[in-house]
């Protein structure tokens, strides 16, 4: 059995600058491509799950109400403005996979996780699970989440992808960005990291407004992982689908 989890970068299927705006040419790109393979190309037993970042629908809401992976709110209108955002994109990723004739289904992370006082995530793997086992594909997002004395903070899809990729044994994982992949100083595309620290002086923000972190938080996060993570662009999600390791290669330790 494979197992396969996805993640779509909110830098891509969104218009990143222009709050609440899906960009749909791009997402019905990638949804195609996904379509394909799902439909004609997957090999029998190979599940899916998809996650989407929060683009200019999650980070424009949470930078406005001050709210990020470590700072909460206990406005109930900030959780309701950020969580209500990313549902309204969640709805559109789901529409543009279910036309791809994939078989999409949103699940919403609000209502199942939390974090410990001291930040650490808490996501039950077995909904999900079973999703997976019906034949569905999950799509999730990233989210707000009910935080231990901070209210609720910000719950990124790269922390999705890394809890949800252990708990359910992934045997690939692929993050697609607006970049090619991870890059050095010159700009060109690094095929594989192994060690943080060897990369580090490369590593940034997002150029958008993002309150998660860009590539530096990623690659970390990717670093902790079983499987091999591969960054790439939205052309090389068919590529990656079909078994290539296009962009950069993460393999953790
Ligand atoms: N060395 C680097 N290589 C590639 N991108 C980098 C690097 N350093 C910083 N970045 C920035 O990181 C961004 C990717 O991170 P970002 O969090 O914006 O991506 P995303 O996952 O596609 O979006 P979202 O967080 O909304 O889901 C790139 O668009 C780029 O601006
Ligand atoms: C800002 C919100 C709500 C989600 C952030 O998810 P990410 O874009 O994957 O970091």
């Not at 569905?136 to 809890?163: K, Q, R, Y």
Request: proline share 5%.
């Amino acid at each position: 059995m494979s197992r396969v989890v996805l993640k779509l970068g909110g830098s891509v299927v969104t218009e990143k600058d222009e709050p609440e705006t899906v960009d749909t040419e791009a997402l019905e790109r990638v949804a195609t491509a996904i379509g394909e393979w799902y439909t004609d190309e997957r090999a029998a037993g190979t599940d899916l799950l998809v996650v989407h970042g929060g683009g200019s629908f999650g980070h424009h809401h949470a930078a406005a109400h001050g709210v990020s992976r470590e700072t909460g709110s206990t406005d109930t209108q900030a959780v309701r403005d950020i969580h209500g955002a990313m549902q309204d994109l969640n709805e559109a990723v789901v529409g543009a996979l279910a036309d791809a004739d994939v078989p999409a289904v949103p699940v919403h992370p609000f209502s199942a996780g939390y974090r410990t006082p001291e930040g650490l995530l808490f996501y039950p793997a077995e909904p999900t699970a079973s999703m997976l086992s019906e034949g569905f594909v999950p799509v999730l997002h990233g989210d707000v989440v009910a935080h231990a004395g901070e209210g609720a903070t910000i719950l990124s899809g790269d922390e999705l992808v890394v809890e949800l990729a252990e708990g359910l044994g992934a045997t690939r994982v692929g993050l697609c960005s607006t970049v090619p992949g991870v890059l050095d100083d010159a700009d060109e595309v690094i095929s594989e990291i192994v060690d943080y620290e060897d990369v580090a002086d490369y590593l940034g923000e997002s150029e958008s407004t993002d309150v998660t972190g860009g590539m530096a938080a990623k690659v970390r996060a990717l670093l902790g992982l079983r499987a091999a993570a591969s960054v790439f662009g939205p052309d090389d999600v068919g590529p990656f689908l079909r078994g290539e390791e296009p962009g950069t290669v993460i393999r953790g330790e």
